[in-house]
């Protein structure tokens, strides 16, 4: 455990450790709120005694604002269609009283990605107000970040699983094609967002290569174009933090040759493989990790005394530098995980 250096707030604190640099102690970090009022007691005490990071959209670059798109309902499902110079691109998305599932996607062959690439593009407009309204509510007690997705999130997610794997098989120059224009385009953006006041980011879709396509891809679709990213981010002084579910030993170096200053979950077993204390071997003070205690299955579910005891052991794992302790970024908790983060926080601000 480290000695105070300062008291820091916990957005110094949080901003310290995702750039490797002293800490008064290890952030503690809840991701948003969940199940959780943030005006309600708990939810105050919440983002008193730990230190929250919260991402929120501030709008959609991918396609533009000159996009034609139409909505309708076809009993329980939701129809779009993108109207495009080439031909219309559809998707059908259907809600059930249990689940809700996209059943039809946007590319099915990869021609279909001339579609999308014919249409004229026109930068796309931002709204700031949700997240000036979230940095607001955290002010100094925890950091408010815009969430952005990457190149490669837009051929993953408009074909099918199945289809963006086949499509990568067959033709990957069509692939990395598609995903160098959407990272033009969220290149763009991001700029625009660092001009207008944001400092954090929270870039999302790496995993789609990493846990569907493998190490090749991934330093093709993801290190490469990432970087350029994480660069403009870089250029105006924000922070870059990145989210990828899944095995991560393999990708160790990977992940830092993108210049991301901090990334989630870092999954141990059995939901992923990450080992705490050979990645840092590893990446040195390259990278500052947060997890890598499961919000659901950890946090939420288990005694207190049991996650403590779970958290102590990835503290002397990971180390008091470029460490965060915290869940998954897109984890889910209520009110026994929220009072566990604060039992964490309350035993790493007393040691």
Known sequence: MVRKVIDMTSRERILAAMRFEKVDRVPVTPWSFHKIDPETPLGRELIRKT???????????????AAQIDHRREGDTSVTVVRTPKGDLTSRYRRTDVTGATVEFFLKEPEDVEKLLSIHYEPADFDLSRYQARRALLGDEGLAMVGILNGVAVPASWFSPEGFCLAWADCPDLIERLTAVMTERLMDFAERLCRAGVDAFRIIGGEYASVQLGPDAFKRLCV???????????????????????????????????????????????????????????LGDRLCFLGNLDDMEIIDKLPTEEVLAIARKRLDEAGDRGFILGGTSSGAYGEHGARNFIAMAEMVAGS
Request: hydrophobic residues 40%; charged residues 30%; glycine residues 10%.
């Open 51 to 65: 230190d929250m990071v919260s991402d929120v959209g501030v709008g959609d670059p991918i396609l533009g604002k």
């Open 224 to 282: 490469k174009y990432d970087r350029a990213l994480v660069d403009v981010m870089h250029k105006y002084g924000a922070v870059a933090h990145y989210h990828n579910h899944g095995p991560v030993m393999r990708y160790l170096e990977d992940f830092a040759a993108i210049g991301i200053d901090c990334i989630d979950p870092m999954e141990a077993p059995p939901w992923g493989d990450c080992d705490l204390r050979e990645a840092r071997r590893r």
